[in-house]
Nanobody, 122 residues
Framework: QVQLVESGGGSVQAGGSLRLSCAASGATSSTNCMGWFRQAPGKEREAVAVIDAIGDTRYADSVKGRFTISKDNAKNTLYLQMNSLKPEDTAMYYC????????????????WGQGTQVTVSS
């Protein structure tokens, strides 16, 4: 089992920055892929960025050039640096993990955190 706890959300104005963190515990050595997802009210959960065991990354087109996913294996922590935030980035952000190769869709991930809210005002 893997436990995930997100932190770092908050309220910012458009153009601002936030850094989300996701602390992993438990069977972390089995997590070959981790990712950030988000869900806005009334919308489906969507992938934001994923990172695999060797550091390869993939981003949603809507966040490319603005968000950066990274991880610190020594600290078992996943990060999402979010710059140039826009009101449309407002959502609950979730950290997720899976034990095999990276996939893109939320249904492919078996471990989830409780989420952290990000609100961007115009």
């Amino acid at each position: 089992q893997v436990q995930l706890v997100e932190s770092g959300g908050g309220s910012v104005q458009a153009g601002g920055s936030l850094r989300l963190s996701c602390a992993a515990s438990g069977a972390t050595s089995s997590t070959n892929c981790m990712g950030w997802f988000r869900q806005a009210p009334g919308k489906e959960r969507e992938a934001v960025a994923v990172i695999d065991a060797i550091g390869d990354t993939r981003y949603a087109d809507s966040v490319k050039g603005r968000f950066t996913i990274s991880k610190d294996n020594a600290k078992n922590t996943l990060y999402l640096q979010m710059n140039s935030l826009k009101p449309e980035d407002t959502a609950m952000y979730y950290c997720a993990a899976r034990t095999t190769w990276c996939r893109w869709y939320p249904t492919d991930f078996g471990y989830w955190g409780q989420g952290t809210q990000v609100t961007v005002s115009s």
